[in-house]
T-cell receptor, first 115, second 116 residues
Framework: DGGITQSPKYLFRKEGQNVTLSCEQNLNHDAMYWYRQDPGQGLRLIYYSQIVNDFQKGDIAEGYSVSREKKESFPLTVTSAQKNPTAFYLC??????????????FGPGTRLLVL | AQSVTQLGSHVSVSEGALVLLRCNYSSSVPPYLFWYVQYPNQGLQLLLKYTSAATLVKGINGFEAEFKKSETSFHLTKPSAHMSDAAEYFCAVSVSQRVGYQKVTFGIGTKLQVIP
């Protein structure tokens, strides 16, 4: 079955530590996204990518980094510069990211907690 | 710029009662509108979307929504609530922010509680 997988389901970060969240899709989609979800704030876009080896900052990119070396994979690193990383992180993909009528397909999410 | 307002962060209904979740949008260009549902500790999945083909849109699990341009609204309804409908619902607006880029803005979400 086609879909998006995210790992791990839960992740714990210590002070000053960088952590990486994995996102893989087998939908053959060009576009991939990372969102942060906090209670009462909806989803906020961190980074997006419409093509391999290219990505753009979203609304809240500070303290995060990404890479897009393969079409299927879009890992997100939460750096030590992100002072409030506790949140639910959602990865999504869409066929091209260029047409406004496209549906975004979401992974199951990773919950990041700070120790 | 576009925006989405979901009125009521929490809505409670009795099992079998009408479900009405409100969504109003703002957009300077013709929008596409979506409703997504999120069950606890899961990702979002599409309920339905408006793409200008018809103003009344039917989705999965008996939900439907009506696009009303004059009211800038896209409210989600279901005639009879089921316990399995308890979840968080997100309205989203999507536009072409510039050539070749889809900009999606999500509302803050409405948690639906269904009381037996």
């Amino acid at each position: 079955d086609g879909g998006i997988t995210q790992s791990p389901k839960y992740l714990f970060r210590k002070e000053g530590q960088n952590v990486t969240l994995s996102c893989e899709q087998n939908l053959n989609h060009d576009a991939m996204y990372w969102y942060r979800q906090d209670p009462g704030q909806g989803l906020r876009l961190i980074y997006y990518s419409q093509i391999v080896n290219d990505f753009q900052k979203g609304d809240i990119a500070e303290g995060y980094s990404v890479s897009r070396e393969k079409k299927e994979s879009f890992p997100l690193t939460v750096t030590s510069a992100q002072k409030n990383p506790t949140a639910f992180y959602l990865c999504a993909s869409s066929p091209s990211g260029r047409a406004p009528q496209e549906t975004q397909y979401f992974g199951p999410g990773t919950r990041l907690l700070v120790l | 710029a576009q925006s989405v307002t979901q009125l009521g962060s929490h809505v409670s209904v009795s099992e079998g009662a009408l479900v009405l979740l409100r969504c109003n949008y703002s957009s300077s260009v013709p929008p596409y509108l979506f409703w997504y549902v999120q069950y606890p500790n899961q990702g979002l999945q599409l309920l339905l979307k408006y793409t200008s083909a018809a103003t009344l849109v039917k989705g999965i699990n008996g939900f439907e929504a009506e696009f009303k341009k004059s009211e800038t609204s896209f409210h989600l309804t279901k005639p009879s609530a089921h316990m399995s409908d308890a979840a968080e619902y997100f309205c989203a607006v999507s536009v072409s922010q510039r050539v070749g880029y889809q900009k999606v803005t999500f509302g803050i979400g409405t948690k639906l509680q269904v009381i037996p």
